[in-house]
Nanobody
């Protein structure tokens, strides 16, 4: 059974940093894209950052220069380093793994940035 297990969320003050991790287990093969999405109350889920198996990245404009996505293909793990956090970054963050014939989501981890 495929599982995406996220960790690293929490409460941080404005300007602080957090590092999210998402480990994929359960015999999944050939992951193409991995990404982080977020959803704040009353808002739609939005893409924060994504990375291909070749290392190409894509970021939401509002996080460019502050967030960095990376992945360890050998460990099937994706990371999101979040610096200079702002209250508007507060949301539940979800990990996604996509292959040729599947999409899997994690359960989400709460990130709260206090002002």
């Amino acid at each position: 059974q495929v599982q995406l297990v996220e960790s690293g969320g929490g409460l941080v003050q404005t300007g602080g940093s957090l590092r999210l991790s998402c480990a994929v287990s359960g015999g999944i093969f050939s992951i193409n894209d991995m990404g982080w999405y977020r959803q704040a109350p009353g808002n739609q889920r939005e893409l924060v950052a994504s990375i291909t198996n070749g290392g190409s990245t894509n970021y939401l404009d509002s996080v460019k220069g502050r967030f960095t996505i990376s992945r360890d293909n050998a460990k099937n793990t994706v990371y999101l380093q979040m610096n200079s956090l702002k209250p508007e970054d507060t949301a539940v963050y979800y990990c996604k793994a996509r292959g040729a014939s599947y999409v899997y989501w994690g359960q989400g981890t709460q990130v709260t940035v206090s002002s």
